[in-house]
């Protein structure tokens, strides 16, 4: 008997110490001055909304895959977190003045509050971005490693803190440095106006030009780090790919294939893939099953697909999607079916885009030049119906000619939903038969749309 107790004591002590680690870390706090329903913590493994209620209070456990740096969001707002398994990390912050009033208590805010004065020291020392990157180089770099000593002392004094977040955010401050270095490469001489600075030779720092983004931890544990490495792939890549995106291959792609971060590889896709997997581009489907190929993230291939459903049945040669009885400035209804014969040359552009509005010269040039071809120019205004009087208005203010139409329900008009218009100003290029010749066209500003205008009316330059 006594031998069938010890052992079940045994098997209790071994029990208890096989218990489950805690997985997650709860969250909660208050939010004071927001209409926000939800904040959102992610990182590039993991991503869930947190319910804010009326009174701007929280709460939630997240079960957390790793202890890690995530990023907070609140609408457009947002700052660092560093949340580990069994924290319990209260948040308290007026969302009208973000980064000045963001607090931590309870498990895991020392951290939390380093990562906080952290931000609002940079963005002080930073907040006039054209100062900042104007300063001459010595100036500059006294000053970046100012900021860089002030934030290495706050960690320092950190009492508590976990070994794993202090060796991390020491290699982060590093990053951080170097992120600010290369952005006064691409900043200075912007902001100073002087187009042929160059920095000097030994400005920049033998481990920066040396780096190598490999690390994946890194990636996660830096935002710089991955502003870095975003930066230096397509750096790297439109370097190789020149001015002419429309004939770009796979190929032409084998950079992005070969990065070894599978979530730098991930976010490049997804950039890349908003104006490659397009129908202006010739070689639109062998792109979309590269990057499909070489994807990893589900909502990333996701998305990849939708643009190119949406775009298959754009490419050159397929039958124009049709608007049907859109008003005319001049009086009357106007369908693209009542065009046919014609080449069309359709703008798509409202009376509150600037870029559109930016493109009319240029516009006018292309008409003058092309007025007696078989060509017809149509601009379709996608303004409001509310805005309808100031249509009217700008087309006889601006003296714009061509065809001036106004489609039937803005955004939601089925010809532009149909063309998958989701920015403008948008061009497109219809044959004589309301076939699509190009479905994101050249803008009027871009010597590629004379050249193509004289290829496909074959006249000779």
């Keep these: 008997m006594n031998k069938l107790i010890i052992a079940l004591m045994s098997l209790s002590i071994l029990s208890c110490n096989q218990e489950a680690k805690v997985d997650y870390a709860v969250i909660s706090g208050k939010i004071e001055n927001t209409k926000i329903k939800n904040a959102i913590i992610s990182n590039d493994d993991f991503k869930t909304e947190i319910t804010i209620n009326d009174d701007g209070s929280f709460t939630d456990t997240l079960h957390i895959p790793e202890n890690g740096f995530y990023k907070m969001s609140l609408g457009r707002e947002y700052t660092t977190i560093h949340l580990g398994h069994e924290d319990n990390l209260a948040i308290s912050l007026d969302a009208s003045k973000f980064d000045e009033t963001i ?80 952005n006064y490469v691409q900043r200075h001489s912007v902001y100073t106006k002087q187009e042929d600075f160059e920095v000097s030779e030994d400005f920049i720092p033998k481990e920066l030009k040396e780096i190598t983004f490999d690390d994946s931890q890194a990636y996660k544990n830096s935002s710089s ?26 190929d032409n792609l084998k950079r992005v294939a070969d990065i070894q971060i599978p979530a730098l590889k991930n976010d490049v896709i997804d950039y890349l893939s908003s104006f490659l997997v397009s129908p202006g581009n010739e070689n639109m489907e062998a792109i979309y099953n590269f990057f499909k190929n070489n ?88 303004d409001q119906a509310k805005d309808h009087d100031k249509w009217v208005s700008m ?6 000619g061509g065809v001036q139409l106004m489609a039937d329900k803005d955004w939601s008009s089925k010809f532009v939903k149909d063309y998958a218009i989701q920015g403008i100003p948008r061009f497109i290029l219809i044959d004589p038969n309301g076939n699509i010749v190009s479905a994101d066209a050249p803008r009027p500003s871009d010597p590629k749309l004379v050249e193509l205008l004289e290829k496909e009316l074959k006249i000779q330059p």
């Design 295 to 382: 994807s990893t993230n589900e909502d990333t291939i996701n998305s990849l697909t939708e643009t190119f459903e949406k775009n298959k049945n754009l490419i050159k040669g397929k039958p124009s999607p049709q608007f049907v009885n859109y008003e005319n400035h001049k009086g009357g209804e106007l369908s693209l079916t009542d065009l046919k014969g014609k080449y069309v040359y359709v703008d798509v552009w409202a009376t509150w885009c600037g870029p559109c509005i930016r493109e009319i010269p240029s516009l006018k040039e292309v008409e003058k030049q092309f007025h007696n071809e078989n060509i017809e120019f149509v601009s379709t205004s996608i």
């Design 395 to 400: 087309v006889k203010d601006k003296d714009l």
């Design 103 to 182: 607090t931590y208590s309870g498990e895991g805010a020392v951290k939390n509050n380093y990562l906080a004065a952290k931000t609002l020291n940079n963005g002080k020392a930073t907040a006039n971005a054209v100062a900042f990157y104007s300063l001459e180089e010595d100036l500059f770099k006294a000053k970046i490693a100012e900021i860089k000593s002030t934030n290495e002392a706050l960690l320092n004094d950190l009492n508590d803190a976990d070994k794993l977040f202090i060796s991390a955010e020491k290699q982060n401050l590093v990053y951080d440095n170097y992120a600010m270095i290369n």
């Design 225 to 250: 780090y991955k502003r870095l490495a975003f930066d230096d792939v397509l750096t790297k890549l439109f370097d190789e790919l020149g001015d002419d995106i429309t004939t770009v291959t796979p």
